[in-house]
């Protein structure tokens, strides 16, 4: 079957595409340092239709790439800072009565957006939390019985502090497991830091990204030629049974309280599957479930207390299982 078909999008060319998405490393790179592996991660989900859960120090450019990120695909984006006092309507919208019509009215909320950065979702209540689950699973948002269909593309990226725990409110597991990926966001490397520094000192300014040189370089037609491409990518029975298999030895650890859900294992192969595609292959290889294992599945898994307290981490069991697991030949 020809991928240059079916739902292609007006470019009608998935390897102008692929090329498209290529070139937003770089154009991101204009103004954010050395966060390679994460603007891969966001453009994964966006290709899988899934949210990311950021994680990372303060300061480390989270909501800067999420901007840049929205610059370079020339698509609109939001920021809700989450605090204990936000309320639901806060984020979905609500029904405003205007005196002139004497009518209540639809007032939408920044949820109505296409890439929406939920800043430190753990410090808002669960309530709260929960007003983003229906936006994130069924892409709409009901209010006063009505469902609103949200804009296509739709990401959210969440960011949580992983320090300052007092007065948070950790995502419970059921919510967890709604992000596609968990990316963690490092500190900079010593040059990687001298060159945020040099950029400063020359005058960069992190709010005004048009003067920093980030300019549209794919766009919704690219998603969708992409998205298209992504769904034709070859699984054979193999990789399919070799995914199964990583899942199912997290379920068995002697580590883990909790393993990974089926919903997990087919997260995992639907990343797997842009990977590939976006390394230009049209067909799946355990190196590429390998690669995104980890972002995948790091934040599906619960360690148990005394293996926490032993210095063990979630991505030290996913790795200790993939080193153990059969890789399919």
Not at 86 to 92: I, K, R
Not at 205 to 230: F, S, T, Y
Not at 275 to 302: E, F, N
């Amino acid at each position: 079957m020809d991928p240059t078909t079916d739902n292609a999008g007006p470019s009608g060319n998935p390897g102008t595409a692929r090329d498209a998405l290529e070139a937003l490393r770089a154009e991101i790179a204009k103004a954010v340092v050395g966060q390679d592996p994460a603007v891969t991660g966001l453009v994964v989900a966006l290709l899988c239709r899934g949210h990311v859960l950021l994680e990372g120090v303060p300061g480390v450019a989270k909501t800067l790439l999420v901007r840049a990120l929205a610059s370079a695909l020339e698509l609109d984006t939001k920021r809700v800072q989450f605090t204990p006092d936000l309320m639901p309507s806060d984020v979905t919208g609500s029904l405003v009565y205007d005196t002139r019509s004497a009518e209540f009215s639809f007032q939408p909320g920044p949820v109505f957006t296409n890439l929406l950065l939920a800043d430190e979702i753990n410090r808002t209540p669960p309530k709260t939390q929960s007003s983003l689950l229906e936006a994130m699973e069924e892409r709409q948002v009901t209010v006063d019985g009505t469902p609103r269909a949200l804009p296509d593309p739709f990401l959210v990226a969440a960011t949580q502090n992983p320090v300052e725990y007092e007065g948070t409110y950790p995502l419970p597991e059921a919510q967890l497991d709604r992000f596609l990926l968990k990316l963690t966001i490092p500190l900079p490397s010593r040059q990687d830091e001298i060159d945020v520094l040099t950029r400063h000192a020359e005058g960069f300014n992190p709010r005004d990204l048009h003067a920093a040189g980030v300019r549209p370089v794919a766009g919704p037609a690219d998603l969708e030629a992409a998205r298209a491409a992504v769904g034709k990518t070859t699984i054979s029975p193999e990789i399919t049974a070799y995914v199964v298999d990583i899942c199912r030895a997290t379920r068995e650890s002697p580590s883990l309280t909790l393993g990974v859900s089926p919903r997990g294992a087919t997260a995992l192969l639907a990343t797997a599957r842009a990977w590939a595609w976006l390394t230009g292959r049209d067909y799946v290889i355990p190196d590429d479930v390998k690669a995104l294992a980890l972002p995948t599945l790091r934040h599906r898994v619960q360690l148990r207390p005394e293996a926490e307290m032993e210095g063990v981490t979630a991505d030290s069991v996913i790795n200790a299982i993939l080193a153990h697991v059969p890789v399919p030949r």
